[in-house]
């Protein structure tokens, strides 16, 4: 079964700094998709950015990148220059087939 | 192009009637999802859809809970003679057909949040 793990169900950044959120998952597949959601109060879902499982180059997206370890099945996502803004519920998802699976999430709080 | 629509935001229905949640997908969007997000947890899939057919229901409890995407309008999930548990945000999500865009990602409605009273 396919499970994905946020182990830091809470998080904080001096604004400007960088911050990273952990995530891992266990699958026994070789192609699957990676990514990670913001959930800001207005409970909205947005992506955030997205990783194909077989690029071995780390997505970025502006301040959002990613630390893919494959073989560690790890998916960090790391937010530089944090801003306000970035304040929300950030949740790591995995693709595979049909089935989005995503973790519990990790509640990212940017100090001013 | 508006984004994925959900109607109502907020319901509020007493134990024992009947909710039904309404999902417009992207326009250009073939293929829709239902998620169930319980307070404190992340997003537990509950079925997938395309026009007129459920292709993934897995998620879905057997009893009580329906969803469908018709020809026409929007897609329905139906939770019948709720109960307290049933208490949750529901959200939808909608992506391209895959056999034209790369079926990557999903992009998600507002939510609807469900207080069962």
């Known amino acids: 079964a396919q499970t994905v793990t946020q182990s830091q169900p809470e998080m904080s950044v001096q604004e400007a700094e960088t911050v990273t959120l952990s995530c891992t998952y266990d699958?026994?597949?070789?192609?699957?998709?990676l990514f990670w959601y913001k959930q800001p109060p207005s409970r909205q879902m947005i992506l955030v950015i997205r990783q194909e499982a077989y690029k071995q180059q780390n997505a970025t997206e502006n301040r959002f990148s990613v630390n893919f370890q494959k073989a560690a099945k790890s998916f960090s996502l790391k937010i530089s220059d944090s801003q306000l803004g970035d304040a929300a519920m950030y949740f790591c998802a995995y693709r595979s087939g049909n089935q989005f699976y995503f973790g519990t999430g990790t509640s990212l709080t940017v100090i001013p | 192009n508006a984004g994925v629509m959900q109607n109502p935001r907020h319901l509020v229905r007493r134990r024992g009637q009947e909710a039904r949640l309404r999902c417009s997908p992207m326009k250009g969007h073939s293929h829709v999802y239902w998620y169930r997000q319980l307070p404190e947890e992340g997003l537990k899939f509950m079925v997938y859809l395309q026009k007129e057919n459920i292709i993934d229901e897995s998620g879905m409890p057997k009893e009580r809970f329906s969803a469908e995407f018709p020809k026409e309008g929007p897609s329905i999930l139906r939770i019948q003679q709720v109960v307290r548990g049933d208490s949750a945000a529901y959200f939808c999500?909608?992506?391209?057909?895959?056999?034209?865009?790369?079926?990557?990602?999903?992009?998600f409605g507002p939510g609807t949040r469900l207080t069962v009273l």
């Open positions: 699958t026994s597949e070789s192609d699957y998709y």
């Open positions: 999500a909608s992506s391209p057909n895959p056999l034209v865009t790369f079926p990557d990602t999903q992009y």
